[in-house]
């Protein structure tokens, strides 16, 4: 009993007892310096600064171009680089299929392999005779109380005469914010309005799709043919709900906003439009608030 007591305090005391360390001149024996260790403050000491250096080593490896030099970590350039070749390679592919549609649809016009349809003229007459006889067109009491408020709130119209001729309206495609205007010395021959992620984008006017695809730099892009040598153009979003050749009406959902694309800064629609291959203020025409 007497040994087992003696041993923890034998350990104990070799932990605790006390050394001097001293540094001396080689030539002179003159103290330089000294220290009071024990075998407990080295052991302390030793273990921090371990810690100390492993822990400085992951962060210099974890946070540093460093870890590019240890085997098993791929360059950030190469990634970098990768990126960008996959994001080309999906555009190119994108264009070899619209291409390939193009010249399909050339191919059926000069070979002659169309669908000829047949309409009979007296039949088609006919029959929006008879459509229109079966409907009532007499005018009911609500119907004509509605007329007669219309015409009373646009007697004293200031813009009365202001219509135009063809009677075309844009509607907007999203509502919100313009971050950015339209500024044709600057080249932006657009305005960026600012919109929550996947709000729908609506047609400005009734048109065929003419481009749906994937750019690198602008996204999910989607391009609209509409009368009178007007296009729209909806650049950054997050899916498209329409293909190339589909018609669509003003108002209708073609897809829904994000931030796709290498020139994109945030959630928000980059809207354009060219009437007969000249850009225009979009602002000019539609109210986005």
Known sequence: MTDKKKKPKKIKRKLLDKYRLMILNENTFEERLSFKLTRLNVFVITSLMAIFFIALTYLLIAFTPLKEYIPGYSSTALKKKATELSYKTDSL????????????????????DLNAVDFNKDSIIQAVKLEASEVDLSPIAEDSLL???VDKEDKYNLFESATTATNFV??????????????AKEKHY???IVVA??????????GIVIFAEWTASTGYVIIIEHSYGLISIYKHNAALTKTQGDLVKA?????TAGNTGELSTGPHLHFELWNDGYPINPTNFIDFK
């Not at 994108?94 to 059926?108: F, L």
């Not at 108002?251 to 897809?255: D, F, K, L, R, S």
């Open 197 to 206: 992620k996947d709000t729908p984008i609506k047609a400005t006017a009734d």
């Open 93 to 112: 592919q994108g264009v070899i299929v619209m291409n390939d549609r193009y010249y399909e649809s050339i191919k059926k016009v000069l070979t002659g």
């Open 251 to 255: 108002g209708e959902v073609i897809a």
């Open 147 to 149: 007329r007669e408020k």
């Open 190 to 192: 657009a305005v960026d």
């Open 170 to 183: 844009l509607f907007p495609p999203v509502s919100g914010t313009i971050s950015e205007a339209y500024n």
